[in-house]
C-alpha cells in the first residue's frame, strides 16, 4: 500500500505565500506522475499543477487559474512533491490533495481525477484578510 501525506496548509492573508508538501510512503512506488487538485466547498475537485517524469527530466502543467503564481516541484528527497504557491488569493481557498500515478500521465489524463492511483488525505488552504 502507498500512502501520501500532504502538510503546509494554513491560513494567510491575500497576497501571501504558503508551500505545501506531499510525502509519499509504503512500498516500492515510482510516481511517474504527481498532481495538486483542490476541492473548495460546494465545487468539484479541480486540477491545480502536475509534474510528470520525462527520461532524466521533468514537466509540469499548471491551471490557468494558477500559472504564474503557483510551482511544482519534486525535492531531492525523491519521494516528497511540493507546491509553492505565492500572491495568494481569497479563490484560493480549499482543500488540497496530493495525488499519484505510476504511469506517466498524457496531456488530457493529467486533470482527470479517475486516472490517479493514489490520493492524500488532503490539506486546508485558507487565504482571507
Known amino acids: 500500500q502507498v500512502q501520501l501525506v500532504e502538510s503546509g496548509g494554513g491560513v494567510v492573508q491575500p497576497g501571501n505565500s504558503l508551500r505545501l508538501s506531499c510525502a509519499v510512503s509504503?512500498?516500492?512506488?515510482?510516481?511517474?506522475?504527481v498532481a495538486w487538485f483542490r476541492q473548495a466547498p460546494g465545487k468539484e475537485r479541480d486540477f491545480v499543477a502536475a509534474i510528470r517524469r520525462s527520461g532524466g527530466n521533468t514537466d509540469t502543467s499548471f491551471a490557468d487559474s494558477v500559472r504564474g503564481r503557483f510551482t511544482i516541484s519534486r525535492d531531492n528527497a525523491k519521494t516528497m512533491w511540493s507546491l509553492q504557491m505565492n500572491s495568494l488569493k481569497p479563490e484560493d481557498t480549499a482543500v488540497y490533495y496530493c495525488?499519484?500515478?505510476?504511469?506517466?500521465?498524457?496531456?488530457?489524463?493529467?486533470?482527470?481525477?479517475?486516472?490517479?492511483?493514489?490520493w492524500g488525505q488532503g490539506t486546508q488552504v485558507t487565504v482571507s484578510s
Open positions: 509504503g512500498r516500492t512506488f515510482t510516481a511517474y506522475t
Open positions: 495525488a499519484v500515478s505510476s504511469r506517466r500521465l498524457i496531456t488530457s489524463q493529467i486533470r482527470v481525477t479517475n486516472d490517479y492511483d493514489y
